[in-house]
């Protein structure tokens, strides 16, 4: 059989997946030898010169290397602004090869060549950089996007190569420095469980303890994917990403552009397109909100750029995979039932198989929204910069202003130096830094400021006073006019004007913008007459006359067009603000000066939170800088208050608007920015907090991803739920009752006295019935903030009366001083589940607290860790003394009930998130989050599962674990799931091993 384009497609990527993995030096060379011919092949029958291509699908073209060439001249009937641009011919050939048609007329070559340079023409703008080149005209880069464009990755990371020991990759580790390379050369090491032990299976070789890993791609995500939903907050890079690539892709010259490391889905024709647009669209004659409503707003944007007289093959191209539809800000679509259509009129169109990539914002990506988008891959999310691709971001701007003599050459490298040295030690700097969008401006300042702020009302505030400086300083450009502020105070009776009435009238328009029309990009737009007419209503309060007011109104606008940047016009009468985080941050000094602050900014928030949080974050980050610390602290109660006015505020407002409130804290930079308030009482309020936050945790109302973060949040407040000092424990031991009950908060839940069947959850296997006493099980697996007392005690030299034998012997002889992973920021949230720990540890642990609640504790009970039969009985028995197969009944697991792989977490969560999975007697994770520590012997279930162990040595295969983590899938989330593991393993970056205490009788 005939090899064609698609077979050799196939063959090249199965060899380059073979490429990644660990090989001999023999192998590689020979793979690689391999991979150079099929590729050879591949370029020679898709013949780019013309020849037939067929029905190709080019989705299918994964990693294929093709033989392209850029044209340089662009000469198509109509007006390409700028200069001309290479356009790849690859994209083109490609683009008519997937849409049928083999041999295109010059006419149709000649219009989809003109629609490319307009794509780059349009989408390689990098806004800011283009606004201070008007502004600094003296001294200012030309920039575009792809000058300082940076390589993007998501959050997951990859497998490289795994080995028995770490140092096998030293080398590695020194060359993939994310501190000094970008993500592409990036490496990490991670220590792999040890699933069997050699010292018990000497006939199985040791599996690899170590894995290098390298963070995925965003190009990579793209191709592997024919739909991807890509996540991000503000300014973290996802409508570049998008531009950047659309741009690759329409003049890229090389058959692997270098621009697009980790690309494998070959040329294809990029579409971008405005969801903001689109949704705009959707609610005027003729729109449709759905997916051919969607697919006529793509071919009109496309006809728009030139595409004329090609809608079928574009369609053709679609659903054959040779097109790639880039829809940019599914978040800026303002409204929020309309968002959720746009939703759905994306997932509608996909469903032809066409490539599609959706960009949002993390926050907006609701339930609601992501509903639609559940038959694709999971949305991938983007990193943060690491100080390598900050590096480089630096060094390619200063490059750049260099190679155009903006500045030397030497005082480049200076600089360069200088500012990457501030991100690299001064950890505020470089926290803004990891947004590409903060980066931008930090580059900004110090480009034409050298200034450097410290946080990110900080650097909003130096960019907008480096714009306004403008108008009160008169530039050193030869034969420069005088500024704005001296041309208007020309006129005596404006002698008291200030900058701060321009500026204040500037803020009030962005305030008026961001509730107005939205551009593509998510900014408000405003029509000329608005603008003008603000700005003559300021004039006129100074009794100048409307004609006057209207010529200086005049002024103003030619001044805020033509010189400064600050307006952008839009086309026709529109008028916008340079960027979206420009708007919010103005509109939030507006907002935030507002006598009725409290009840406007909850009616913003109310009706689209997405839309004005960060407008809300910025004002009160500007408030705790300044003198609006009541404000601040006033609104914090505001949001948390039981009332408004006469109207009592339900559990479904109350507590969506307690979780915004501890945002809010938390943007403001926590309790201390309020220090020093006297018209709110502070502790009450933090009281307040506290208990709201608990109040969410431990309802249905939110969605589980909010009760997550609202855990989160109180870990840091410390979460009341959780005795911590000795005081809490004897006060929670004190609140025990002998009720069972899946009601009431307290810590310690009563099991009852019973005779329970242990064991026989499968088919033929064997059961026991088993009597156990009255005890009472932990609500909660153990926490950080419980364990944390224990570490500064517990492992020191005098604590050997706590520890097993074997225990201590094990301690001593690896220097043990802290669980694993008790120095990784994703396990040391105060109120997650400890993990890490071996059971030697937490045996020692239950001994070290029995001794400091001596006397509180009932008489011949201490705590311990539970049994087998404790634990099962406990999981699966409800008030009528049923066994069921999950704690919360008979219904199948859902992240709202339990965490596990599918709440897609990647860590333990906040104890206690999901209430409607809670046991019978309250207990809460019982199954998901973490695996638990047991007491008894794995091999003596279940006759003998009710018997405490009396001690295991490092050699015992035979301690239980029960309950599943965040890791498992749905299988092991059930009371029936079981798990066992030496007494001193400990690594948990997987299978996260946690504890549950108990207060028991003393061994049976």
Same mark, same amino acid.
């Given at each position: 059989m005939n090899d064609t384009p698609e077979s050799l497609a196939r063959q090249i990527a199965d060899v380059e997946h073979d490429l990644t993995q660990p090989l001999s030096p023999r192998t590689k060379a020979t793979l690689e030898q391999e991979l150079a011919a099929l590729r050879q092949q591949h370029a020679a029958l898709l013949n780019l010169s013309g020849a037939q291509i067929g029905d190709a699908r080019f989705g299918d073209m994964a990693g294929g290397n093709l033989d392209k060439h850029t044209q340089g001249k662009v000469d198509v009937p109509g007006e390409v602004r700028g200069a001309a641009v290479g356009v790849n011919q690859g994209t083109i050939q490609i683009f008519f090869g997937s849409a049928g048609i083999s041999n295109p007329a010059d006419a149709q070559r000649a219009l989809v060549q003109h629609y490319l340079a307009r794509v780059v023409e349009t989408c390689d703008r990098?806004?800011?950089?283009?606004?201070?080149?008007?502004?600094?005209?003296?001294?200012?880069?030309?920039?575009?996007? *792809?000058?300082?464009?940076?390589?993007?990755?998501a959050e997951t990371w990859e497998r490289v190569d795994a080995a028995e020991r770490a140092d096998t990759f030293a080398d590695a580790l020194t060359a993939g420095d994310p501190a000094v390379v970008l993500p592409e050369a990036t490496r990490r090491v991670i220590e792999?469980?040890?699933?069997?032990?050699?010292?018990?299976?000497?006939?199985? =070789?040791?599996?690899p303890r170590f894995r290098l890993e390298r963070p995925l791609l965003l190009t990579e995500a793209l191709s592997r994917h024919r739909q991807v939903v890509l996540l991000g907050g503000p300014g973290s890079g996802k409508s570049s990403f998008v531009r950047h690539l659309a741009v690759a892709l329409a003049h890229g010259e090389d058959a692997q552009p270098p621009t697009l490391p980790g690309w494998r889905a070959g040329w294809?024709?990029?579409?971008?397109?405005?969801?903001?647009?689109?949704?705009?669209?959707?609610?005027?004659p003729g729109g449709t909100l759905d997916g051919p409503g969607l697919w006529r707003y793509l071919l009109a944007q496309a006809q728009a750029y030139g595409l004329t007289g090609l809608d079928e093959p574009l369609s053709q191209a679609f659903n054959k995979g040779g097109l790639l539809v880039l829809l940019?800000?599914?978040?800026?679509?303002?409204?929020?039932?309309? #968002?959720?259509?746009?939703?759905?009129?994306?997932?509608?169109?996909?469903?032809? %198989?066409?490539?599609?990539?959706v960009t949002c914002r993390?926050?907006?990506?609701?339930?609601?929204?992501?509903?639609?988008?559940?038959?694709?891959?999971?949305?991938?999310?983007?990193?943060?910069?690491?100080?390598?691709?900050?590096?480089?971001?630096?060094a390619g701007w200063y490059a750049r202003s260099a190679d155009q003599g903006v500045i030397v050459a030497d005082e480049a490298t200076r600089r360069v130096t200088?500012?990457?040295?501030?991100?690299?030690?001064?950890?505020? &700097?470089?926290?803004?830094?990891?947004?590409?969008?903060?980066?931008?401006?930090?580059?900004?300042?110090?480009?034409?400021?050298?200034?450097?702020?410290?946080?990110?009302?900080?650097?909003?505030?130096?960019?907008?006073?480096?714009?306004?400086?403008?108008?009160?300083? #008169?530039?050193n450009e030869p034969g420069a006019p005088l500024p704005l502020l001296a041309k208007l105070k020309a006129d005596k009776s404006l002698g008291f004007l200030k900058d701060y009435h321009l500026r204040n009238t500037l803020e009030r328009l962005a305030y008026d913008a961001h509730q107005n029309t939205l551009a593509h990009d998510g900014r408000g737009l405003l029509h000329r007459h608005l603008v003008r007419?603000?700005?003559?209503?300021?004039?006129?309060?100074?009794?100048?006359?409307?004609? &006057?007011?209207?010529?200086?109104?005049?002024?103003?606008?030619?001044?805020?067009?033509?010189? *400064?940047?600050?307006?952008? *016009?839009?086309?026709?009468?529109?008028?916008?603000?340079?960027?979206?985080?420009?708007?919010?941050?103005?509109?939030?000094?507006?907002?935030?000066?507002?006598?009725?602050?409290?009840?406007?900014?909850?009616?913003?928030?109310?009706?689209?939170?997405?839309?004005?949080?960060?407008?809300?974050?910025?004002?009160?980050?500007?408030?705790?800088?300044?003198?609006?610390?009541?404000?601040?602290? %006033?609104?914090?109660?505001?949001?948390?208050?039981? +009332?408004?006015?006469? #109207?009592?505020?339900?559990?479904?407002?109350?507590?969506?608007?307690?979780?915004?409130?501890?945002?809010?804290?938390?943007?403001? %930079?926590?309790?201390? @920015?309020?220090?020093?308030?006297?018209?709110?009482?502070?502790?009450?309020?933090?009281?307040?907090?506290?208990?709201?936050?608990?109040?969410?945790?431990?309802?249905?109302?939110?969605?589980? +991803?909010?009760?997550?973060?609202?855990?989160?949040?109180?870990?840091?407040?410390?979460?009341?739920?959780?005795?911590?000092?000795?005081?809490?424990?004897? #006060?929670?031991?004190?609140?025990?009752?002998?009720?069972?009950?899946?009601?009431?908060?307290?810590?310690?839940?009563?099991?009852?006295?019973?005779?329970?069947?242990?064991g026989g959850w499968n088919k033929g296997e064997p059961s026991a019935k088993i009597t156990l006493p009255a005890f009472w099980l932990a609500r909660f697996p153990l926490t950080v903030a419980q364990y944390a007392p224990f570490v500064a005690e517990g492992y020191g030299k005098d604590a050997e009366r706590w520890w097993t034998p074997e225990g201590w012997m094990w301690k001593q002889a690896n220097q043990r001083t802290?669980?694993?992973?008790?120095?990784?920021?994703?396990?040391?949230?105060?109120?997650?589940?400890?993990? %890490?720990?071996?059971?030697?540890?937490?045996?020692?642990?239950?001994?070290?607290?029995?001794?400091?609640?001596?006397?509180?504790?009932?008489?011949?009970?201490?705590?311990?860790?539970?049994?087998?039969?404790?634990?099962?009985?406990?999981?699966?028995?409800?008030?009528?003394?049923?066994?069921?197969?999950?704690?919360?009944?008979?219904?199948?697991?859902?992240?709202?009930?339990?965490?596990?792989?599918? *709440?897609?977490?990647?860590? =333990?969560?906040?104890?206690?998130?999901?209430?409607?999975?809670? @046991?019978?007697?309250?207990?809460?994770?019982?199954?998901?989050?973490?695996?638990?520590?047991?007491?008894s012997s794995h091999k003596g279930y279940p006759a003998q599962s009710g018997v405490v162990g009396k001690g295991f040595t490092t050699d015992d295969y035979d301690v239980p674990l029960r309950g599943a983590s965040w890791y498992d899938n749905r299988t092991n989330v059930r009371c029936g799931a079981r798990f066992r593991n030496y007494p001193d393993f400990d690594f948990d970056l997987y299978f996260g091993r946690g504890v549950r205490v108990c207060v028991s009788p003393r061994s049976r």
């Open positions: 990098l806004r800011l950089s283009g606004l201070v080149q008007r502004e600094r005209r003296d001294a200012s880069p030309a920039l575009t996007l *792809s000058h300082v464009y940076v390589v993007l990755a792999l469980p040890r699933e069997v032990d050699p010292r018990h299976t000497a006939k199985q =070789p040791a599996a294809l024709l990029p579409l971008y397109a405005a969801l903001g647009e689109f949704a705009a669209w959707t609610q005027q940019d800000g599914l978040d800026e679509v303002a409204d929020p039932s309309l #968002r959720v259509g746009v939703a759905r009129a994306v997932a509608k169109l996909a469903e032809a %198989g066409g490539r599609v990539v993390v926050r907006s990506f609701d339930q609601a929204v992501a509903a639609p988008f559940a038959s694709w891959t999971p949305p991938v999310t983007l990193a943060p910069f690491a100080l390598g691709q900050m590096r480089h971001f630096v200088e500012l990457t040295d501030r991100l690299a030690h001064l950890h505020s &700097l470089r926290d803004l830094g990891q947004t590409p969008l903060l980066l931008t401006m930090i580059t900004l300042l110090h480009f034409y400021e050298g200034k450097l702020p410290e946080d990110r009302a900080d650097l909003y505030e130096d960019l907008v006073e480096l714009w306004l400086n403008r108008w009160r300083v #008169r530039s007419g603000a700005f003559e209503d300021l004039f006129a309060q100074f009794e100048i006359g409307p004609g &006057l007011a209207a010529e200086k109104a005049t002024l103003v606008l030619e001044h805020l067009e033509c010189e *400064s940047g600050l307006l952008l *016009s839009e086309g026709g009468d529109l008028y916008g603000v340079p960027h979206l985080s420009y708007e919010e941050y103005l509109a939030g000094c507006h907002l935030g000066q507002q006598a009725t602050f409290h009840a406007l900014a909850y009616a913003h928030w109310q009706r689209d939170p997405g839309r004005w949080r960060e407008v809300i974050f910025l004002a009160l980050g500007r408030m705790v800088r300044g003198t609006g610390r009541e404000t601040a602290a %006033g609104w914090l109660a505001f949001l948390l208050s039981a +009332a408004h006015g006469d #109207r009592v505020r339900g559990a479904a407002e109350r507590q969506p608007a307690a979780v915004f409130a501890a945002e809010c804290l938390e943007q403001m %930079g926590g309790k201390a @920015a309020l220090i020093g308030v006297t018209t709110v009482g502070l502790p009450e309020l933090w009281q307040t907090l506290v208990a709201s936050l608990a109040e969410v945790i431990e309802g249905n109302v939110l969605p589980v +991803a909010e009760r997550i973060r609202a855990g989160s949040v109180l870990g840091d407040l410390d979460d009341p739920r959780i005795p911590v000092t000795p005081d809490d424990w004897r #006060r929670e031991l004190g609140r025990r009752s002998e009720g069972f009950t899946v009601a009431g908060d307290h810590y310690w839940r009563y099991v009852r006295p019973e005779t329970y069947q242990i802290e669980p694993w992973g008790w120095d990784k920021p994703e396990y040391r949230g105060t109120n997650q589940p400890v993990i %890490g720990v071996a059971w030697y540890e937490v045996t020692a642990f239950c001994a070290w607290l029995s001794e400091r609640l001596q006397g509180a504790l009932p008489v011949g009970y201490l705590v311990r860790l539970p049994t087998e039969a404790e634990w099962e009985a406990t999981a699966a028995y409800d008030a009528q003394m049923q066994r069921r197969p999950y704690p919360w009944g008979d219904a199948e697991p859902t992240p709202e009930r339990a965490i596990y792989d599918e *709440s897609n977490l990647g860590r =333990p969560a906040p104890v206690g998130c999901c209430p409607s999975g809670a @046991a019978a007697c309250g207990a809460m994770d019982m199954v998901g989050n973490v695996w638990e520590w047991i007491a």
